[in-house]
Protein backbone atom coordinates (compact mmCIF):
# COMPACT_ATOMS: atom_id res chain seq x y z
CA UNK A 1 0.00 0.00 0.00
CA UNK A 2 2.58 2.54 -0.84
CA UNK A 3 1.25 5.65 -2.76
CA UNK A 4 2.67 6.32 -6.01
CA UNK A 5 5.78 4.05 -5.83
CA UNK A 6 5.28 4.03 -2.38
CA UNK A 7 1.35 2.73 -2.83
CA UNK A 8 2.73 0.00 -4.90
CA UNK A 9 4.61 -1.58 -2.25
CA UNK A 10 2.53 -1.51 0.70
CA UNK A 11 -0.46 -2.92 -2.11
CA UNK A 12 2.28 -5.32 -2.79
CA UNK A 13 2.71 -6.47 0.97
CA UNK A 14 -0.66 -5.21 2.90
CA UNK A 15 1.69 -4.29 5.76
CA UNK A 16 1.46 -1.10 7.38
CA UNK A 17 4.54 1.21 8.22
CA UNK A 18 5.73 3.42 11.50
CA UNK A 19 3.96 5.27 13.75
CA UNK A 20 0.36 3.59 13.48
CA UNK A 21 -2.63 6.19 14.68
CA UNK A 22 -5.78 5.12 16.23
CA UNK A 23 -7.86 8.08 14.65
CA UNK A 24 -6.11 10.01 11.03
CA UNK A 25 -7.85 12.88 10.00
CA UNK A 26 -9.09 11.49 6.05
CA UNK A 27 -8.42 14.04 3.10
CA UNK A 28 -11.28 16.18 3.36
CA UNK A 29 -11.01 16.88 7.00
CA UNK A 30 -13.53 13.66 7.66
CA UNK A 31 -12.21 11.70 10.29
CA UNK A 32 -11.42 7.91 9.67
CA UNK A 33 -12.76 5.24 11.64
CA UNK A 34 -11.06 4.38 14.29
CA UNK A 35 -8.20 1.93 14.46
CA UNK A 36 -7.85 -1.34 16.59
CA UNK A 37 -6.65 -0.51 19.96
CA UNK A 38 -2.93 -1.32 20.95
CA UNK A 39 -2.56 -4.53 22.53
CA UNK A 40 -0.43 -7.28 23.51
CA UNK A 41 -0.34 -10.33 21.61
CA UNK A 42 -0.53 -10.63 17.73
CA UNK A 43 -1.73 -7.29 16.99
CA UNK A 44 1.24 -5.73 19.13
CA UNK A 45 3.99 -8.56 17.18
CA UNK A 46 2.25 -6.56 13.86
CA UNK A 47 2.63 -3.49 14.22
CA UNK A 48 6.35 -3.85 16.36
CA UNK A 49 7.24 -5.80 12.93
CA UNK A 50 5.59 -2.43 10.98
CA UNK A 51 7.67 -0.37 13.20
CA UNK A 52 11.41 -2.48 12.48
CA UNK A 53 10.12 -1.99 8.51
CA UNK A 54 9.76 1.66 8.31
CA UNK A 55 13.08 2.18 10.15
CA UNK A 56 14.00 0.07 7.34
CA UNK A 57 12.63 1.81 4.62
CA UNK A 58 13.40 5.48 6.24
CA UNK A 59 17.22 4.25 6.54
CA UNK A 60 17.03 2.91 2.95
CA UNK A 61 18.69 -0.46 4.50
CA UNK A 62 17.63 -3.24 2.25
CA UNK A 63 19.39 -5.71 4.30
CA UNK A 64 17.74 -4.97 7.31
CA UNK A 65 14.91 -5.16 5.44
CA UNK A 66 15.12 -8.36 4.19
CA UNK A 67 15.85 -9.75 7.77
CA UNK A 68 12.15 -9.30 8.38
CA UNK A 69 11.09 -11.86 6.34
CA UNK A 70 11.69 -15.29 6.33
CA UNK A 71 14.34 -16.92 3.94
CA UNK A 72 12.91 -17.20 0.26
CA UNK A 73 10.02 -15.07 1.17
CA UNK A 74 8.33 -13.29 -1.84
CA UNK A 75 6.90 -10.59 -0.02
CA UNK A 76 10.56 -9.76 0.86
CA UNK A 77 12.27 -9.94 -2.52
CA UNK A 78 9.02 -7.39 -3.68
CA UNK A 79 9.74 -5.57 -0.90
CA UNK A 80 13.60 -5.21 -1.10
CA UNK A 81 13.19 -4.29 -4.64
CA UNK A 82 10.97 -1.45 -4.10
CA UNK A 83 13.20 -0.50 -1.35
CA UNK A 84 16.12 -0.25 -4.29
CA UNK A 85 14.50 1.74 -6.49
CA UNK A 86 13.81 4.47 -4.16
CA UNK A 87 17.70 4.04 -2.74
CA UNK A 88 18.52 4.27 -6.43
CA UNK A 89 16.27 7.62 -6.89
CA UNK A 90 17.98 8.43 -3.60
CA UNK A 91 14.77 9.34 -2.08
CA UNK A 92 13.38 8.07 1.16
CA UNK A 93 10.27 7.72 2.71
CA UNK A 94 10.91 9.72 6.33
CA UNK A 95 7.70 9.85 7.96
CA UNK A 96 4.56 7.22 7.32
CA UNK A 97 0.95 6.40 9.09
CA UNK A 98 -0.84 3.41 8.55
CA UNK A 99 -3.86 3.22 10.27
CA UNK A 100 -4.81 -0.50 11.54
CA UNK A 101 -8.35 -0.74 11.15
CA UNK A 102 -9.46 -4.39 11.49
CA UNK A 103 -6.98 -7.20 12.69
CA UNK A 104 -8.72 -11.26 13.25
CA UNK A 105 -6.47 -13.47 14.31
CA UNK A 106 -6.81 -16.72 12.30
CA UNK A 107 -4.00 -18.86 13.75
CA UNK A 108 -1.90 -18.68 16.53
CA UNK A 109 0.31 -21.11 17.59
CA UNK A 110 4.03 -22.16 18.66
CA UNK A 111 5.81 -20.21 16.06
CA UNK A 112 3.31 -19.02 14.01
CA UNK A 113 0.65 -16.47 13.17
CA UNK A 114 -1.96 -15.92 10.20
CA UNK A 115 -3.51 -12.89 10.63
CA UNK A 116 -6.59 -11.21 8.35
CA UNK A 117 -5.42 -7.70 8.36
CA UNK A 118 -7.53 -4.41 6.67
CA UNK A 119 -5.46 -1.25 7.08
CA UNK A 120 -4.53 1.85 5.05
CA UNK A 121 -1.48 4.48 4.66
CA UNK A 122 -2.78 7.73 6.04
CA UNK A 123 -0.19 9.75 5.52
CA UNK A 124 3.05 9.25 4.35
CA UNK A 125 6.06 12.13 3.36
CA UNK A 126 9.23 11.79 1.67
CA UNK A 127 12.46 13.28 2.61
CA UNK A 128 12.42 16.38 0.14
CA UNK A 129 8.98 16.91 1.74
CA UNK A 130 6.38 15.52 -0.69
CA UNK A 131 3.23 14.33 1.06
CA UNK A 132 1.81 11.42 -0.59
CA UNK A 133 -1.74 10.86 -1.51
CA UNK A 134 -3.51 8.65 1.65
CA UNK A 135 -4.96 5.63 0.33
CA UNK A 136 -8.58 3.69 0.43
CA UNK A 137 -7.91 0.27 3.03
CA UNK A 138 -7.05 -2.84 1.92
CA UNK A 139 -7.03 -6.16 3.19
CA UNK A 140 -4.41 -9.15 3.37
CA UNK A 141 -3.69 -12.49 5.12
CA UNK A 142 -0.11 -11.98 6.38
CA UNK A 143 1.66 -15.53 7.74
CA UNK A 144 4.63 -14.84 10.58
CA UNK A 145 6.80 -17.13 11.50
CA UNK A 146 9.43 -17.02 14.73
CA UNK A 147 12.66 -17.71 13.50
CA UNK A 148 15.62 -17.20 15.68
CA UNK A 149 13.76 -15.11 18.61
CA UNK A 150 11.86 -13.02 16.11
CA UNK A 151 8.49 -12.45 14.33
CA UNK A 152 9.51 -12.45 10.69
CA UNK A 153 6.62 -12.37 7.97
CA UNK A 154 6.13 -15.75 5.40
CA UNK A 155 3.57 -14.51 2.99
CA UNK A 156 1.47 -11.58 2.17
CA UNK A 157 -1.81 -12.48 0.46
CA UNK A 158 -4.60 -10.26 -0.74
Known amino acids: ?7 VTCAGLGV ?10 AEGGVPAPAAVPVTDGP ?6 WDRRRAAAWAAGDVRRLRSLYVSGS ?8 RLRRWVDRRMRVRRMSTQLLRAEVIEEG ?10 RVAR ?5 GTR ?19 WR ?5 P
Open 1 to 7: MFLVVLL
Open 16 to 25: GVVALSDRVP
Open 43 to 48: VAVLRG
Open 74 to 81: TAADRDAA
Open 110 to 119: RGRLVLDVTD
Open 124 to 128: AVTTD
Open 132 to 150: LPSDGPDTWRITMRRTRGE
Open 153 to 157: VAAVR
